[in-house]
C-alpha cells in the first residue's frame, strides 16, 4: 500500500492548493510571492548576475556615440577603436554574468516543478480523473519550461531596458520625449490584452484536457466499441471535442493580434519617429554619435527585449498562469462514484457507519456494517489475524479506499498521513525526505533544524540522522535497512501537520523498545490521534482502545476488558509476545485459550510457554478425547501443537 500524503495543507499552507470554497486563482496569488520570498538568496543572486549582463547594452550604444563623436568623426582612429574594444571587452563580461543567469533561474525552476509534480500526485490519489496525465506530462512541463522562460525575458527586459533608458539619458535626455510615450503605449496595450489572452488559454487548455479524456476511454473500450457498432457515434463525440480545441485556437491567435499591434508601438515607431525627428534632434545639439547610439539602443538592445517579453508573456506567460491555477486548483467532487469528502462531527477524528467493503462486486466483502468512532487525540490500536483486513481498514481511514456501502468520515487529506510497513524514502538529504510533507519552504536550507532534530529524538532516530550526517546528510535508499527506512518514514509522520497518523505495521522492521519508543511520541504528539495496526502485543497494551477484527464481527474495549470478552484476543495474546520492563520481549503470562466449559466443549487449559504453544486443544470425538500429537503432522518435539 502506498503511503497517503497530504494534498493540502490548513489553511491552503504547504500544498498551496485551493481549499473548498475558493477562487482558484487566490491560492496562486498568495502562493506565488511566498515561492519567491523563501527564495530570496536565489533572486539576489539572479538580480546581481542580471546586473552584469546588462552592463553591456549600457556601455554597447554610448561607447558607439564616443567612437563615432570623440574619434572618427574628429580624426582620431585611435580613441574610436578603443571605445570600440572596450565595448567588446563588456560583450565577453556580459556572456559570464549570461551563464550565471541560467544556474539561478534552474534553482527557481526546479523547485517550482517538484513542488507541482506532488501536488498533481496528491490530487490524483485523492480525486483520480481522465485528465492527471495530461497533467503529471503536458501542464506540469508546460508550467517548467514557461516558468523559466517567464523569468529570463521578465528579468533581461527589466535590465535591459533600463540600461537603455539610461543610456538614451547619457547621451541626450531629449531621445527620451521620442522613446518613452510609444514604448508606454505599447505596453499598456500589451497588459489590457493580457487577461482575454489568458481566458482564451485556459479554455485552450480545457479542450486539450477533454481530448485526452475521451480519446483515453475511446482506445480503452475499443473491443465494446465494436461490438456494438458505435464506431460512428464514438468517433463524432472525438471530433466535437478536436473542433472545440480548433475554435479556441483561433479566438486565441485572433487575440494575440494585441501582441503584434502592441510590439510595432512600443518598439518600432521609436525608430520611426527617431529618425523622421533626426534633423529637429541635430539641431538642439543631439550629435551624430549620440543619434547613432540611440539607434543602437532602440534596434539591438529594447526591440529584441520587448519582443521576448510580449512573446513570453502574451504566449507562455499567459499559459503558465492557466496551468498553475488547473493544477493547484482543488477538485471540485472526489473520485468518480465516491460520495464526497465527509467531515466527522466535533470531537471525532474518524467516524466509520454501517461500512461494508469488498474487493469487486463478487467478492466476499472483507467486514460488513463496521462501526468504528476515533476521537480526537485518542489511540486505537487495530488487531486481528493476518488476511483480516486491518490494512484494508487504515486504507479507509488514510482515504486511499472508499466503502461499497455506509458512510467514513475522515479528516481533510491534508490532516491526515498514513505510514505503511514498506517505508518510502528517496535519494536526496535527510532535510528534503523528513520534511516531504511538511508545510511549502520548512525544507529550505536556511530554515531552523531544530523541530527535525528533536523529532528524531523523540521517535528515535537521532543515532542514525547522526551517522547519515544531520539534516545536510546525503540519503542512499539501497544503503538503508528496513528498520532504517522506516525510522526516516516515522520522522516524517512526525514533522507532518497532520494530526491524524495511520501505522499500517509502520514499525515491523524495529525491535520491541524502539517501537515502543516511537509509538509513545506519538501517543504524545500536542493535538495528534493515532491509529496503529499492531505488529506485537505490545502495541495494544499501550493504545486507549483496541479494535479487534475476526472477519465477521469487530469489537472494541481496553486490553483488561477484550481479555474478559474475546476469546480471539485471549489467543493473539497468547501467541503473540508482549513487552516487558525497558521495552524487552517477555513470554506471555498463562492465559486459558477459552472460557470454561465453552460451548464447543472445549476445557480452558493454561498455555505452556512453549514456541508455538497457542495456549489451545483441539476437542475430538464424543467423548472429548485429545487428539493426538502426532495426529496433526507433528514437526518435532516442539514443531506442533
Not at 390 to 410: D, Y
Request: with cysteine; glycine share 14%.
Amino acid at each position: 500500500m502506498p503511503e497517503a500524503v497530504p494534498a493540502e495543507r490548513r489553511g491552503a499552507a504547504a500544498g498551496k492548493t485551493a481549499p473548498h470554497g475558493t477562487v482558484p486563482g487566490e491560492p496562486l496569488r498568495r502562493s506565488g510571492p511566498r515561492f519567491l520570498k523563501r527564495r530570496r538568496r536565489v533572486l539576489g543572486r539572479l538580480a546581481g548576475w542580471s546586473l552584469v549582463e546588462s552592463a553591456q547594452t549600457f556601455l554597447f550604444g554610448f561607447a558607439l556615440a564616443r567612437a563615432l563623436d570623440d574619434g572618427f568623426l574628429r580624426g582620431a582612429p585611435a580613441v574610436g577603436v578603443g571605445w570600440l574594444a572596450a565595448a567588446a571587452v563588456c560583450v565577453g563580461a556580459g556572456a559570464y554574468g549570461t551563464a550565471r543567469v541560467y544556474g539561478a533561474v534552474a534553482d527557481l525552476v526546479e523547485p517550482l516543478r517538484d513542488s507541482l509534480v506532488r501536488k498533481v500526485v496528491r490530487r490524483a490519489l485523492y480525486a483520480p480523473d481522465g485528465a492527471a496525465v495530461s497533467r503529471l506530462t503536458h501542464q506540469v512541463e508546460i508550467a517548467r519550461d514557461t516558468f523559466a522562460g517567464l523569468v529570463l525575458v521578465s528579468r533581461s527586459f527589466v535590465f535591459v531596458t533600463a540600461g537603455a533608458l539610461a543610456g538614451l539619458c547619457s547621451l541626450a535626455p531629449v531621445l527620451l520625449l521620442l522613446v518613452l510615450p510609444p514604448l508606454l503605449l505599447g505596453l499598456g496595450l500589451f497588459g489590457w490584452a493580457l487577461r482575454p489572452m489568458a481566458r482564451r488559454q485556459e479554455t485552450f487548455l480545457a479542450a486539450d484536457e477533454a481530448i485526452a479524456e475521451e480519446t483515453g476511454a475511446a482506445v480503452g473500450g475499443l473491443r465494446d466499441i465494436t461490438a456494438a457498432g458505435a464506431e460512428r457515434t464514438v468517433a463524432d463525440a472525438v471530433g466535437e471535442r478536436f473542433d472545440a480545441e480548433q475554435r479556441a485556437s483561433a479566438a486565441l491567435a485572433r487575440w494575440s493580434m494585441c501582441r503584434v499591434l502592441a510590439l510595432g508601438i512600443s518598439g518600432r515607431l521609436p525608430i520611426v519617429l527617431l529618425l523622421l525627428g533626426a534633423p529637429w534632434l541635430l539641431g538642439r545639439g543631439v550629435t551624430p554619435g549620440a543619434l547613432v547610439g540611440a539607434l543602437a539602443y532602440l534596434t539591438q538592445s529594447l526591440l529584441p527585449a520587448l519582443h521576448s517579453l510580449m512573446h513570453g508573456l502574451g504566449t507562455s506567460g499567459t499559459r503558465l498562469g492557466v496551468v498553475l491555477r488547473r493544477l493547484t486548483a482543488e477538485p471540485a467532487a472526489g473520485p468518480d462514484g465516491a460520495r464526497p469528502h465527509m467531515t466527522p462531527h466535533r470531537g471525532t477524528a474518524v467516524e466509520l457507519s454501517g461500512v461494508t467493503f469488498a474487493y469487486g462486486p463478487h467478492a466476499d466483502p472483507v467486514f460488513r456494517d463496521l462501526d468504528l468512532t476515533v476521537p480526537d487525540g485518542g489511540h486505537l490500536a487495530v488487531v486481528g489475524p493476518s488476511g483480516i483486513g486491518k490494512s484494508t481498514l487504515a486504507g479507509l481511514v488514510a482515504g486511499l479506499l472508499e466503502p461499497g456501502s455506509g458512510e467514513v468520515r475522515r479528516p481533510a487529506v491534508a490532516d491526515r498521513v498514513l505510514v505503511p510497513q514498506e517505508a518510502y524514502v528517496f535519494s536526496g538529504t535527510v532535510r528534503e525526505n523528513v520534511r516531504y510533507l511538511c508545510t511549502d519552504g520548512q525544507g529550505d536550507r536556511d530554515g531552523s533544524d531544530a523541530d527535525l532534530l528533536a523529532a528524531a529524538e523523540k521517535i528515535g532516530a537521532g543515532v542514525l540522522l547522526a551517522r547519515l550526517g544531520g539534516p545536510d546528510g546525503t540519503l542512499v535508499p539501497s544503503e538503508l535497512s528496513a528498520g532504517e527506512r522506516q525510522l526516516i518514514a516515522l520522522v516524517r509522520a512526525y514533522l507532518a501537520p497532520a494530526p491524524l497518523v495511520v501505522l499500517d505495521e509502520a514499525t515491523c522492521h524495529l525491535d520491541p523498545a524502539a517501537e515502543a519508543r516511537a509509538e509513545r511520541a506519538f501517543a504524545a504528539r500536542p493535538g495528534g490521534t493515532l491509529i496503529v495496526v499492531a505488529h506485537r502485543i505490545s502495541s495494544a497494551l499501550r493504545a486507549e482502545r483496541v479494535l479487534v477484527m475476526d472477519g465477521t464481527h469487530a469489537r472494541t474495549g481496553r486490553h483488561g476488558d477484550l481479555l474478559r470478552r474475546s476469546a480471539l484476543y485471549r489467543e493473539l495474546t497468547g501467541g503473540w509476545a508482549h513487552e516487558g520492563p525497558g521495552g524487552a520481549a517477555a513470554a506471555a503470562p498463562l492465559q486459558p485459550a477459552l472460557p470454561a466449559r465453552d460451548a464447543d466443549g472445549v476445557d480452558a487449559v493454561a498455555g505452556s510457554r512453549l514456541a508455538g504453544d497457542g495456549g489451545h486443544v483441539v476437542a475430538h470425538g464424543p467423548g472429548r478425547q485429545m487428539q493426538d500429537a502426532g495426529d496433526l503432522g507433528d514437526r518435532g518435539a516442539l514443531g506442533g501443537q
